[in-house]
């Protein structure tokens, strides 16, 4: 496809259809994505409407048999010198009179087969498209070569066909480079697999893997499926899921992603999910789909496309009335192009997303990308999200004569046979802290409030206020409870010996991070929550932010709707399953480490790969600087359109000259959206 015209014209030819609910085509990535009843149409039907329209549908195989190199820098280069060299003799030639000296020179039919060879590529399209009644940016300059060739300019009509070579040339590099990210994330996706069957290894296509079968992975060999470890240590890169640098160690139990590649050891893979079902496949869907979903500017500049060619041809049509020169006519249509105004938001959006998904941020469409932009309230989740959403132990207070180690020996070893995560908390606590831990002779989980248990001959009773509330009111657990921590009681026969006191571990980037959002421009920073109004407070107080406490799903999704009533575009990060339906609703919803999660991936408008709070403040800049490429790649085009139409139809732009300016959008916009292929990163590098 030429042009945003094109991809009108095919999405139009789509939508008739009956039984197509909707449809999008994308001129930036050449793909349609179509909604539709298969009982009433079928890709047969869609095929032939697209064919109908001009075009046709290229099927994944075809397109990997038939890929085609990518354009080269250095031949853009040449070209770019080439096409200078010839802008510089012609204007020279225009200046000193040689034009009209080559005109009389070289004989019309060896101008017409060098105009004929030249265009073909561009004629043959604009033909195909009148032939179904369609108008493209290349008609008018196609117009505008036989208006120079008319009128005898054979010298003109040559250099503007050459110049719509070089500028097509230009179009399809912009649009690759664009692609680059989305393309070379593509192809980290694996080819082969090693997998066991009747009790030997068989080397097979990746495609044809089934869920259940045992896949062997070998030092330097790319995992190529979502699995379960159940044999073997590797060091897996997991950067093409999470676009995390450090690897990770892996061994039995532990779960691994296609497309990341095992550096060091060899492991055996139960296979879990393949192909596009696997967290890859699902990533490279989302990011090749995320382009349709049109940014509010990009309709914008969508419908204005829609309006531009026919303005054009009135101002030619004026141009000829008024001064009665076919030349400034012919000028006047080669130097519109709509193409760069169809470009110029796709190609920002399509390297922004990219490059995002690189860094394990995954946009599922541009109009997030730019609500993003323009948010001004983030509403944070706790658990999962500020909090790592596991309970460890934060203060040992020894009581009654009893040393630090001995109250901790004493709690983890009544707590020894407790499967509570408050358990686990204390004796990860005292492992850690290579504190032994007894066999209590007598083990009695209370439900809801704690143990009691024998040890060492004497009975330990372990709980909260609930179960012991006369040790409750002991100062330090008023003092624990108003930091937000949770009390454990711990009494010895009948004496209260030590409080120990557990809470949710925050992230400890998260206050720098939340810092960085708010030099972004987000000034209002709410904790929205279920637990207690205590806990929320000591937690918000901390990070310097509003709270909300002691929430419902439901209260969520209503205080989400009341700053959108004010007008105030809301961002909501939660884990991507209970805060679902928040999610759903804010403008933006962001998940937490959403690597291998299903409901988080589908809840969410962008997920955050790996559990990293940088990738917030990151994916804010992205978002910023985007819309900020946007704006200022649509006002180059405008500015500079506007200025060449007047030039040219006051005839101070002759066409050969129109012809080799019309290209310069496209370059300005490539160089300012390529910018985007590099987001960087907001916080510093790892030690």
Same mark, same amino acid.
């Given at each position: 496809?030429?042009c945003?015209d094109?991809?009108l014209?095919?999405?139009r030819?789509i939508?008739?259809?009956?039984?197509?609910?909707?449809v999008?085509?994308?001129?930036?990535?050449?793909?349609a994505?179509?909604?539709h009843?298969?009982?009433?149409?079928?890709?047969?039907?869609?095929?032939?409407?697209v064919?109908?329209?001009?075009?046709?549908?290229?099927?994944?195989?075809?397109?990997?048999?038939?890929?085609?190199?990518r354009?080269?820098?250095?031949?853009?280069l040449?070209?770019?010198?080439i096409?200078?060299?010839?802008?510089l003799t012609?204007?020279?030639?225009?200046?000193?009179?040689?034009?009209?000296?080559?005109n009389?020179?070289?004989?019309?039919?060896v101008?017409?087969?060098?105009?004929v060879?030249?265009?073909?590529?561009?004629?043959?399209n604009?033909?195909?498209?009148?032939?179904h009644?369609?108008?493209l940016?290349?008609?008018?300059?196609?117009?505008?070569?036989?208006?120079?060739?008319?009128?005898?300019?054979?010298?003109?009509?040559?250099v503007?066909?050459?110049?719509?070579?070089v500028?097509?040339?230009?179009?399809r590099f912009?649009t690759e480079?664009?692609?680059?990210?989305?393309?070379?994330l593509?192809?980290?996706?694996?080819?082969?697999?090693?997998?066991?069957?009747d009790?030997?290894?068989?080397?097979?296509?990746?495609?044809e893997?089934?869920?259940?079968?045992?896949?062997?992975v070998?030092?330097?060999e790319?995992?190529?499926?979502?699995?379960?470890?159940?044999?073997?240590?590797?060091?897996?890169?997991?950067?093409?899921?999470?676009g995390e640098s450090?690897?990770?160690?892996?061994?039995?139990?532990?779960?691994?992603f296609?497309?990341?590649g095992?550096?060091l050891g060899s492991?055996?893979?139960?296979?879990?999910?393949?192909?596009?079902?696997?967290?890859?496949?699902?990533?490279i869907?989302?990011v090749?789909?995320?382009?349709i979903?049109?940014?509010?500017?990009?309709r914008?500049?969508?419908?204005?496309?829609?309006?531009?060619?026919?303005?054009?041809?009135?101002?030619?049509a004026l141009?000829?009335?008024?001064?009665?020169?076919?030349?400034a006519?012919?000028?006047?249509?080669?130097?519109?192009?709509?193409?760069?105004?169809?470009?110029?938001?796709?190609?920002?959006?399509?390297?922004?997303m990219?490059?995002a998904?690189?860094?394990?941020?995954?946009?599922?469409?541009?109009?997030?990308?730019?609500?993003?932009?323009?948010?001004?309230?983030?509403?944070?989740?706790k658990?999962?999200?500020?909090?790592?959403?596991?309970?460890?132990?934060?203060d040992?207070?020894?009581?009654?004569?009893?040393?630090?180690?001995?109250?901790?020996?004493?709690?983890?070893?009544?707590?020894?046979?407790s499967?509570?995560?408050?358990a686990?908390?204390?004796r990860?606590?005292?492992t850690?802290q290579?504190v032994?831990?007894e066999?209590?002779?007598r083990?009695?989980?209370?439900?809801?409030?704690?143990v009691?248990?024998?040890?060492?001959g004497r009975?330990?009773t372990?709980?909260?206020?609930?179960?012991?509330?006369?040790?409750?009111?002991?100062?330090?657990?008023?003092q624990?409870?108003?930091?937000g921590?949770t009390?454990i009681?711990?009494?010895e026969?009948?004496?209260l010996v030590?409080? !120990? @006191?557990?809470?949710?571990e925050?992230? #400890?980037?998260?206050?720098a %991070?939340l810092?960085? =959002?708010?030099?972004? $421009?987000?000034?209002?920073?709410?904790?929205?929550t279920?637990d207690?109004?205590?806990?929320?407070?000591?937690?918000?107080?901390?990070l310097?932010?509003?709270?909300r406490?002691e929430l419902?799903?439901e209260?969520k999704?209503?205080?989400?709707?009341?700053?959108?009533r004010e007008?105030r575009?809301?961002?909501?990060?939660?884990?991507?399953?209970n805060?679902?339906?928040?999610?759903?609703?804010?403008?933006?919803?962001?998940a937490m480490g959403?690597?291998?999660?299903?409901?988080?991936?589908?809840?969410?408008?962008?997920?955050?790969?790996?559990?990293?709070?940088?990738?917030?403040?990151?994916?804010?800049?992205?978002?910023r600087?985007?819309?900020?490429?946007?704006?200022?790649?649509i006002?180059?085009?405008?500015?500079?359109?506007?200025?060449?139409?007047? !030039? @040219?139809?006051l005839?101070i732009?002759? #066409?050969i000259?129109?012809? %080799?300016?019309?290209? =310069?959008?496209?370059? $300005?916009?490539?160089v300012?959206?390529?910018?985007?292929?590099?987001?960087?990163?907001?916080?510093?590098?790892?030690?």
């Open positions: 496809m030429d945003a094109c991809s014209h095919v999405q030819a939508a008739a259809l009956p039984g197509v609910d909707s999008a085509v994308s001129l930036a990535t050449e793909k994505i179509i909604r009843d298969p009982n009433r149409v079928g890709m047969d039907a869609i095929r032939k409407a064919r109908g329209s001009g075009y046709e549908v290229v099927s994944p195989e075809t397109l990997r048999s038939t890929a085609q190199p354009t080269s820098p250095r031949a853009l040449v070209l770019g010198i096409a200078g060299v010839v802008l012609v204007a020279a030639g225009e200046w000193l009179g040689w034009v009209d000296d080559i009389a020179w070289v004989p019309w039919p101008a017409l087969v060098l105009i060879i030249g265009g073909i590529p561009v004629f043959r604009v033909v195909r498209a009148a032939i009644g369609q108008v940016a290349h008609t008018l300059m196609t117009v505008g070569v036989i208006a120079a060739a008319a009128v005898g300019q054979w010298a003109s009509a040559v503007v066909v050459f110049f719509m070579r500028g097509a040339y230009i179009e912009t480079r664009a692609r680059r990210a989305v393309q070379d593509a192809e980290l996706a694996p080819q082969m697999a090693r997998v066991e069957r009790g030997t290894e068989h080397e097979i296509p990746a495609g893997v089934r869920v259940g079968d045992v896949v062997v070998r030092p330097g790319i995992i190529p499926v979502d699995g379960q470890v159940i044999d073997g240590q590797a060091t897996v890169d997991q950067a093409s899921i999470t450090m690897p990770v160690e892996v061994g039995p139990g532990a779960g691994v296609a497309a990341t095992a550096r492991i055996r893979v139960r296979t879990e999910h393949t192909g596009e079902d696997s967290t890859f496949g699902r990533i869907k989302l090749e789909e995320a382009e979903h049109r940014a509010k500017v990009q914008v500049a969508d419908r204005f496309t829609g309006y531009y060619l026919p303005v054009i041809a009135a101002i030619a141009t000829f009335l008024v001064r009665r020169d076919p030349l006519t012919a000028a006047v249509l080669v130097v519109a192009c709509s193409c760069s105004f169809a470009l110029a938001t796709p190609i920002a959006m399509v390297a922004s990219g490059a998904a690189k860094r394990g941020l995954i946009f599922k469409g541009s109009k997030y990308l730019e609500a993003l932009a323009r948010a001004d309230v983030l509403l944070v989740d658990t999962g999200t500020l909090t790592f959403g596991r309970p460890v132990l934060t040992v207070i020894p009581l009654d004569g009893m040393s630090a180690e001995d109250a901790l020996a004493l709690a983890a070893s009544a707590e020894r046979y499967e509570h995560p408050v686990e908390a204390v990860k606590a005292a850690d290579h032994a831990i066999a209590p002779r083990f009695e989980a209370i439900p809801g409030l704690g009691r248990a024998q040890v060492n009975v330990v372990i709980g909260n206020r609930r179960l012991l509330p006369a040790e409750a009111e002991h100062p330090a657990v008023r624990l409870e108003a930091e921590k009390p009681l711990v009494v026969d009948d004496r030590a409080v !120990l @006191a557990v809470a949710d925050s992230r #400890p980037e998260v206050p %991070a810092a960085a =959002v708010r030099n972004l $421009g987000v000034r209002h920073i709410e904790l929205l279920g207690s109004e205590r806990t929320a407070s000591a937690l918000a107080h901390e310097g932010i509003a709270f406490a419902m799903p209260d999704i209503e205080i989400v709707k009341a700053f959108q007008g575009t809301v961002v909501m990060i939660g884990d991507g399953v805060d679902a339906p928040a999610l759903a609703q804010a403008d933006v919803g962001i959403a690597a291998g999660s299903d409901v988080a991936i589908e809840a969410a408008h962008i997920t955050l790969m790996r559990e990293d709070w940088w990738l917030v403040p990151l994916a804010f800049r992205i978002a600087r985007t819309l900020s490429v946007v704006k200022l790649n006002g180059f085009t405008t500015v500079y359109n506007a200025v060449g139409l007047s !030039l @040219a139809a005839g732009i002759p #066409p000259l129109a012809a %080799a300016v019309q290209s =310069v959008p496209d370059v $300005g916009i490539l300012n959206s390529s910018r985007l292929l590099r987001p960087g990163r907001l916080h510093p590098p790892s030690s």
